[in-house]
């Protein structure tokens, strides 16, 4: 079986909920939808207290080019638009809806029915996307409508499916590969036409054979460009990078863009959420989420509305267990603490994990004790022993020559690190500093560059 | 006693060669330094703090000659550490006229203490203020005050500041602080400033600042911390100075304008504004006789009640009796004056 070549590491996969049908959630008596639901700018409000909104009303535009659209998840009236705490607690703002009914607009398809025939073109579909408000559903949320466009100088080959759900304990793609297996064909059909290509693969992990197997059949009753690729179970396998490797086993160079292998990675529920928007003209207002945890009475995958309460979610499984030490939004490997469950439900919200007090707590950082298990579990070939050192130090020039920028935050050198060493959170620290400095630098040259230009052509004209 | 010969000519040349070559070495690749560099440069305290904006104490000196040559004064270069002795001994030496700057110090501007601002959740990770700030909004309600992982002691070369156990809270050691702003860089949360060590001049220093930098709205804040600034603007009415402006929920003291009265202090419904000690004195009394006026305001409002009520009801009940149910009626607005 394939998996990717370099480093990973294998945690308890802890799949309490993968047995468990998606639930719709209820819909509580008000939503708050937040503005901040993308990787990228925030999106800006343009409704007011006291307009009417249906469930579809566009209630946020893109506030740069790296945003996109919000859709008002319910029907009602716009009650305020104010500030709430994301998952990490900070502030952001958000419109708040009194649900009012259940009105959907009416140029949502909501009949049962799958709509096989793809109407629009290349373009066409490009824009629905954007317009629908699809971002990626793997929890990075970006932008799709600018994956979608990737540099002109890119070729692109194939489309890979992110079917592999690597996090411990998550399993919303899993319960979504059973409930829709033929919608996401559909969707990965869109996905090649909008990228013009003609060959798909759909990467799953080995953990899911009921998944593997239902997808195949769908696959072989009419959807012959797309190859279902079973892989060896393995974090982080669901890195973009990682997964490109583990599927046509070619590497993304450092510093350059997925793209570049000719390959166009997208989850698989950005695909289911792509044939909504594209053949039932739905935008993205719900989404799978897990919540799950070793002490939740029910773990289960509930179909939530965007902005219902992560509060509310919880109570639907079984409630807040009294030794609780953690709760996380998205996986234990990369998902973030909650400092409280006072946030709502955004596009990226895979799961919710809550953790008993003693598998939530750090055990205390020892020494470096020069051991490299950190260095054989990168899946980047990086060394994160010196990286966090070099961050901890504000050792920025090293930290740039041993590739911080390469690092995908994965986590997997802290989870390997017998001393318990904080690596990940250095590491954090001194990227996005080298990050600026990459830009600034790259910034001047083409200032300089463009100042040459400028410089010679004036000489030309005399 | 040949092989000696042969080793001494041998190295006897080598070395005339290396010399050589040295020489012609650093003839051609000669960089002109101006000697007025070097001569500042050893005037100045050499910590290499850059707390005057520039890399180390050399970028300092050179930036000092350049000053001289170009505009015949040091403008606003200052040297924190070295204060206005060292900058009088530089001027003399460009030969200058020696101005001078008011020292400054590190303010903390956060006074949620841990009984003021109660934990909500526990982090855990790295000892880091610029790792848990970057991680989520923060152990206590309050997403804007100080962490108290201590980055700020980290960063500082004087070892004038250091955390207190029991606020939990960094305090800064008036007397090493030099004023290099390595903490106030350090801090993830932007709550050190860099202020005048004294509003006036005074024996003792006396200076006023806002200790909070909350921009949440004033019940929110309130609620994540009781000595939070909430915004209300009471300083800002009773400033004679018009030093205080309230932006974004938060009310800030212009240290240039602000002229250490205590007004604003006394009129701080949550204590957020703090004072050093002379300036506290002044203010003890003027809450004194803030009070001593409240009383006799409710004394005197007791007393209106009284008669007005006295007056009409005389026939029917006996005045003692009515007197007393208002007096307690009259002390809610009494009270008000008071906070």
């Known amino acids: 079986m394939k998996t990717f070549k370099l480093g990973g590491v294998h945690p308890a996969a802890n799949k309490l909920s993968a047995g468990a049908p998606i639930e719709v959630a209820a819909v509580p008596a008000m939503v708050a939808i937040p503005m901040a639901q993308n990787l990228g700018a925030p999106s800006k409000a343009i409704v007011a207290k006291g307009d009417k909104v249906k469930v579809g009303t566009v209630i946020g535009e893109p506030g740069g080019f790296l945003s996109s659209y919000v859709h008002s998840s319910v029907s009602g009236t716009v009650d305020k638009v104010d500030v709430v705490e994301d998952a990490t607690g900070k502030k952001v703002p958000a419109v708040f809806i009194k649900v009012e009914g259940d009105e959907w607009e009416e140029s949502i398809n ?45 070729k692109p080959e194939c489309v890979i499916i992110n079917a592999v759900e690597c996090e411990p304990y998550l399993t919303s793609d899993h319960s979504l590969m059973l409930a829709h297996p033929e919608e ?25 054979p009921d998944a593997i197997e239902l997808m195949r059949k769908t696959v072989a009753a009419g ?51 792509v044939y909504e928007a594209v053949q039932k003209n739905k935008p993205l207002i719900e989404r799978i989420v897990t919540v799950t945890g070793k002490s939740v009475a029910k773990p289960s995958n509930f179909l939530a509305r965007l902005g219902v309460p992560i509060a509310d979610l919880i109570a639907a499984a079984g409630g807040l267990p009294e030794d609780t030490g953690k709760v996380i939004s998205g996986g234990p490997m990369m998902g973030k603490a909650m400092p409280d469950t006072n946030s709502y439900m955004v596009k990226g919200c895979s799961g919710i994990l809550v953790m008993k007090n003693e598998e939530a707590r750090r055990r ?15 899946p980047m070939g990086l060394q994160p022993n010196f990286l966090s050192r070099y961050s901890e130090l504000n050792m920025l020039a090293e930290a740039e ?18 001393a318990n060493r904080p690596l990940l959170d250095w590491i954090r620290q001194g990227k996005p500093k080298v990050m600026g400095i990459l830009r600034q630098r790259a910034a001047d040259a083409k200032a300089k560059a463009d100042a040459e230009k400028a410089a010679k052509e004036a000489a030309a004209a005399k | 006693m040949n092989v000696i010969l042969i080793a001494l000519i041998a190295l006897g040349a080598i070395g005339l060669i290396g010399s050589l070559l040295l020489y012609l070495v650093a003839k051609q690749f000669y960089v002109y330094e101006d000697p007025r560099v070097g001569q500042v440069e050893e005037l100045l305290p050499g910590a290499n703090c850059g707390g005057c904006g520039f890399p180390g104490c050399h970028g300092m000196a050179d930036a000092c000659v350049k000053a001289k040559d170009a505009t015949n004064s040091l403008g606003t270069l200052f040297c924190p550490v070295g204060g206005n002795d060292v900058m009088a001994n530089v001027a003399s030496t460009l030969g200058l006229e020696a101005g001078s700057a008011e020292p400054k110090l590190a303010v903390v501007r956060c006074n949620g203490n841990i009984c003021a601002r109660p934990k909500v959740a526990v982090f855990d990770g790295a000892k880091s203020c610029a790792v848990a700030a970057a991680t989520f909004s923060g152990e206590t309600g309050c997403a804007f005050g100080c962490v108290g992982l201590g980055d700020c002691v980290k960063s500082c070369q004087f070892d004038a500041i250091h955390m207190n156990v029991e606020t939990g809270l960094p305090e800064v050691d008036e007397t090493k602080c030099v004023a290099c702003g390595a903490c106030a860089k350090a801090c993830p949360k932007f709550v050190i400033e860099i202020r005048k060590k004294s509003s006036m001049k005074s024996p003792t220093p006396k200076r006023v600042w806002v200790s909070c930098v909350n921009k949440d709205k004033g019940a929110v804040a309130r609620k994540a911390c009781a000595s939070a600034c909430i915004g209300c603007g009471k300083c800002q009415k009773v400033c004679k100075f018009e030093a205080i402006t309230v932006e974004n929920n938060v009310a800030f003291i212009d240290n240039e304008k602000c002229k ?9 419904p949550t204590g957020a504004i703090h004072a050093t000690e002379p300036v506290m004195i002044v203010v003890e009394k003027l809450k004194a006789k803030k009070a001593a006026d409240a009383a006799k ?15 009409p009801a005389a026939e029917a009940v006996p005045s003692d009796a009515k007197a007393e149910p208002t007096e307690v009626k009259a002390e809610p607005s009494a009270k008000k004056t008071a906070e």
Request: with cysteine.
């Open chain 1, 110 to 154: 909501r009949t049962k029915e799958i709509v096989r025939d793809i109407k629009l073109d290349k373009q066409q579909i490009i824009d629905k996307v954007k317009e629908m408000g699809i971002v990626g559903m793997g929890g990075a949320t970006f932008p799709t409508q600018v994956k979608l466009t990737p540099p002109p100088t890119a």
């Open chain 1, 184 to 208: 996401i064909c559909i969707g990965v059909q869109i996905l090649e036409k909008a990228m013009g290509v003609n060959k798909a693969y759909i990467g799953i992990e080995a953990n899911k």
């Open chain 1, 223 to 273: 959807y012959p460009e797309i190859e279902v690729v079973p892989l060896q179970l393995k974090y982080p396998q669901g890195g973009e990078k990682q997964l490109i490797n583990a599927v046509i086993g070619r590497e993304v160079p450092s510093g350059g863009l997925p793209i570049a292998t000719g390959a166009l990675v997208q989850n698989v529920g950005t695909a289911f959420a």
């Open chain 1, 364 to 378: 205390e950082a020892g020494p470096c004790i020069k051991c490299a298990k950190c260095v054989h579990a990168c």
């Open chain 1, 401 to 418: 020559e041993e590739r911080i920028y390469d690092c995908i935050e994965c986590g997997s050198c802290q989870f390997s690190c017998p």
């Open chain 2, 260 to 268: 250490a009265c205590g007004m604003c202090v006394s009129e701080c």
């Open chain 2, 297 to 311: 305001a409710k004394e005197e409002a007791a007393k209106k009640a009284a008669e007005a009520q006295a007056a």
